[in-house]
């Protein structure tokens, strides 16, 4: 386990909170060893009641005793942030960035600074049920290597890979993914309703549908089609509908969907 390890965060957001909580939840560090720089002060005074860090507007306070400095910023936001804190973080310190679409190189150039962590964890992050890509620079030490995979871990699954090319698939597939998931859990409780269900029972069905197939899915170790198919009778309810899905372009929709998503991520890490 990290000992004291000192954090801080550029941006006090979604994913930076539950990166904090996952950490103090965890016994990575204490409350005192954290600190926040964000601009919206209500966001500030949330989190500073809500788990008694620090808190700041000033980036460079937030990050001046640091360990390890978590870019938590939107990455239309970057540019300005980087343009900031240049020069200003010192060799011992390692940044960790969860900004999408932007690459390793771009953010050591802007940052002036070698030793950068880039991670593209997802919104079940929050509690703990999260999946996280993540690589590294060739100058990022062992100790610090391990120091962010501990933090990483907090969030739920982590991934490590060697090649960041697969960091913007991974932001297409499983950062975008919950989005995804959602779409499909409202769109089966508007279906549900339809039929003549209640919204509240069409909401339980469709919820408890969704996560007992992921989590069989993730248990019985079978391949998905496997498991369609178990569901599947012939000239049964499921057949008609699975052949209703593939006659709308359902499973083309969703690649095209990933796809474009893919070719997003790639756009906003785009340089001038």
């Given at each position: 386990?990290?000992?004291?390890?000192?954090?801080?965060?550029?941006?006090?957001?979604?994913?930076?909170?539950?990166?904090?909580?996952?950490?103090?939840?965890?016994?990575?560090?204490?409350?005192?060893?954290?600190?926040?720089?964000?601009?919206?002060?209500?966001?500030?005074?949330?989190?500073?009641?809500?788990?008694?860090?620090?808190?700041?507007?000033?980036?460079?306070?937030?990050?001046?005793?640091?360990?390890?400095?978590?870019?938590?910023?939107?990455?239309?936001?970057?540019?300005?942030?980087?343009?900031?804190?240049?020069?200003?973080?010192?060799?011992?310190?390692?940044?960790?960035?969860?900004?999408?679409?932007?690459?390793?190189?771009?953010?050591?150039?802007?940052?002036?600074?070698?030793?950068?962590?880039?991670?593209?964890?997802?919104?079940?992050?929050?509690?703990?049920?999260?999946?996280t890509v993540w690589t590294a620079a060739s100058s990022v030490s062992d100790e610090q290597r391990h120091m962010a995979m501990e933090v990483i871990r907090t969030l739920g699954l982590e991934i490590?890979?060697?090649?960041?090319?697969?960091?913007?698939?991974?932001?297409?597939?499983?950062?975008?993914?919950?989005?995804?998931?959602?779409?499909?859990?409202?769109?089966?409780?508007?279906?549900?309703?339809?039929?003549?269900?209640?919204?509240?029972?069409?909401?339980?069905?469709?919820?408890?549908?969704?996560?007992?197939?992921?989590?069989?899915?993730?248990q019985s170790g079978k391949h998905p089609a496997v498991l369609r198919d178990m569901v599947t009778s012939p000239g049964g309810t499921t057949a008609e509908a699975l052949l209703a899905l593939e006659?709308?372009?359902?499973?083309?929709?969703?690649?095209?969907?990933?796809?474009?998503?893919?070719?997003?991520?790639?756009?906003?890490?785009?340089?001038?």
């Amino acid at each position: 386990m990290v000992e004291q390890l000192r954090m801080a965060f550029v941006g006090g957001g979604t994913m930076a909170e539950a990166i904090l909580a996952g950490v103090l939840e965890n016994g990575l560090t204490s409350s005192g060893s954290i600190s926040v720089g964000e601009p919206i002060a209500a966001r500030r005074e949330y989190l500073k009641s809500q788990y008694d860090i620090e808190a700041t507007e000033d980036n460079l306070t937030a990050i001046y005793k640091a360990d390890v400095v978590v870019l938590a910023v939107k990455p239309q936001q970057l540019v300005h942030v980087m343009t900031e804190l240049r020069g200003t973080i010192g060799t011992s310190q390692a940044v960790l960035s969860i900004v999408a679409g932007t690459d390793l190189e771009s953010i050591s150039e802007g940052l002036d600074h070698p030793t950068v962590i880039r991670a593209m964890p997802n919104t079940p992050a929050q509690i703990g049920l999260g999946i996280t890509v993540w690589t590294a620079a060739s100058s990022v030490s062992d100790e610090q290597r391990h120091m962010a995979m501990e933090v990483i871990r907090t969030l739920g699954l982590e991934i490590y890979v060697s090649d960041e090319k697969y960091m913007n698939m991974a932001t297409a597939l499983s950062a975008s993914g919950p989005a995804y998931v959602f779409l499909f859990i409202e769109a089966l409780v508007d279906a549900g309703v339809y039929l003549g269900l209640p919204r509240d029972m069409a909401q339980v069905l469709a919820m408890q549908t969704t996560i007992g197939s992921a989590t069989l899915a993730q248990q019985s170790g079978k391949h998905p089609a496997v498991l369609r198919d178990m569901v599947t009778s012939p000239g049964g309810t499921t057949a008609e509908a699975l052949l209703a899905l593939e006659e709308r372009g359902f499973r083309g929709i969703l690649i095209n969907a990933v796809v474009a998503a893919y070719e997003k991520a790639i756009t906003l890490g785009e340089r001038d």
